[in-house]
C-alpha cells in the first residue's frame, strides 16, 4: 500500500490519532504499533515519539478524543427536550447512535487495553464527563417527581449498562435482522421498557 502524507505542520498529534484509528480499522488493536502508525501517518518512525511515550499513551489519547467527542453528542441530545423521561430516551439514542457511527473509537473507549487511569488524569476527566451526562438526568429527573428515589449512580449504572449492552449486540452483529434494522427506533423501545421501571410510581 503506497504511503500517504496525512501529516501537515501543527497536527502531528492529530494525525497520529486519526492513523490509529484508520489501523485499527483494518486490524486488531493488539498487533497496532507506533512505527505502523507513523508510517500510515506519512512521518518518521520516531516523529510519534513527540507526543506519545508509548503505544499506551496513544490508545489513551484515542479514547479521550473519543470520550470527548461522545460526551458532546449526549449532551447535544440532552438538550432537546425538557421531559425528565424523554430525555434519557434520547440520550440512550445518541449514545448507540455514536457507537455505530464510531465503532473503532468506541472500542478503544470501551476496550480492555493496558490504559492506566492515573497516568492519564484528562481521559478519566472526559470519561467521566460524558457519564456525568446521563447522572444529571437521572438527578433532574428525580428532582422533578418523574424518576424514582433512589441512589442516582445505581439508577445511572442500570441505564448506561443496557444501553452499553445494546450498543455492543448491535456492533457484534448479534441480534436478528429485524431488531437490528432500525436501531433508533430499537434503543427507544428499550429506552421505553427501562423507563417504565425507572420512573416514580403513580399516586
Not at 437490528?180 to 421501571?197: H, K, W
Amino acid at each position: 500500500m503506497p504511503q500517504t502524507k496525512t501529516y501537515h505542520h501543527g497536527d502531528l498529534r492529530q494525525a497520529l490519532i486519526t492513523a490509529a484509528l484508520s489501523l485499527m480499522a483494518e486490524t486488531e488493536v493488539g498487533s497496532l504499533s507506533l512505527r505502523e502508525v507513523a508510517r500510515r501517518a506519512g512521518v518518521s518512525h520516531t516523529a510519534p515519539y513527540r507526543h506519545f511515550a508509548d503505544k499506551e499513551a496513544l490508545l489513551a489519547a484515542v479514547a479521550e478524543a473519543g470520550f470527548r467527542a461522545f460526551g458532546q453528542c449526549l449532551e447535544a441530545a440532552a438538550m432537546t427536550t425538557d421531559d425528565p423521561l424523554k430525555r434519557l430516551t434520547v440520550i440512550g439514542q445518541a449514545y448507540v447512535r455514536y457507537a455505530l457511527a464510531h465503532p473503532v473509537h468506541y472500542r478503544v473507549m470501551f476496550g480492555s487495553y493496558d490504559i492506566t487511569d492515573s497516568d492519564h488524569p484528562t481521559l478519566i476527566e472526559a470519561a467521566q464527563r460524558s457519564y456525568q451526562v446521563l447522572l444529571n438526568a437521572i438527578v433532574s429527573g428525580q428532582s422533578a417527581g418523574a424518576i424514582r428515589p433512589g441512589e442516582p449512580q445505581l439508577l445511572a449504572t442500570t441505564a448506561w449498562s443496557l444501553t452499553h449492552g445494546l450498543a455492543m449486540l448491535l456492533l457484534e452483529n448479534c441480534l436478528t435482522q429485524t431488531l437490528a434494522s432500525d436501531p433508533e427506533a430499537l434503543t427507544g423501545a428499550v429506552s421505553d421498557l427501562l423507563i417504565s421501571g425507572l420512573a416514580a410510581p403513580q399516586t
